[in-house]
């Protein structure tokens, strides 16, 4: 098991910044990769940036490309968002997702753990 706490979001000006914090507690070791999803409302859950454990390669979705930053922290488990230039369409819940990779004797399968969303909002 993975256990995902977010912090940060909140309310911003468009133009404005804002950072998003999740920490990984339990079963950190089978942790492959981890990321940032968001949903807005009467919109499907979207990949905003993910980063792998090992490589630390990124990658994010085109309309945060040049904004948003993901970090990781190896030594904390923790994996940040920095978010800049927000805009109003940046606006919705925004999920912290792990993936844990699970490696068996005859196949191996990823279990994507979430975290429990924090609001982020951006007024025009």
């Known amino acids: 098991q993975v256990q995902l706490v977010e912090s940060g979001g909140g309310l911003v000006q468009a133009g404005g910044s804002l950072r998003l914090s999740c920490a990984a507690s339990?079963?950190?070791?089978?942790?492959?990769?981890m990321g940032w999803y968001r949903q807005a409302p009467g919109k499907q859950r979207e990949l905003v940036a993910e980063?792998?454990?090992?490589?630390?390669?990124?990658n994010y979705a085109d309309s945060v490309k040049g904004r948003f930053t993901i970090s990781r922290d190896n030594a904390r488990n923790t994996v940040d968002l920095q978010m800049d230039s927000l805009k109003p369409e940046d606006t919705a819940v925004y999920y912290c997702?792990?993936?844990?990779?699970?490696?068996?004797?005859?196949?191996?399968?990823?279990?994507?753990?979430w975290g429990q969303g924090t609001q982020v909002t951006v007024s025009s």
């Open positions: 980063i792998a454990s090992g490589s630390g390669v990124t």
């Open positions: 997702n792990a993936q844990s990779l699970r490696i068996y004797p005859d196949y191996e399968t990823t279990l994507d753990y």
């Open positions: 339990g079963s950190i070791f089978t942790i492959s990769a």
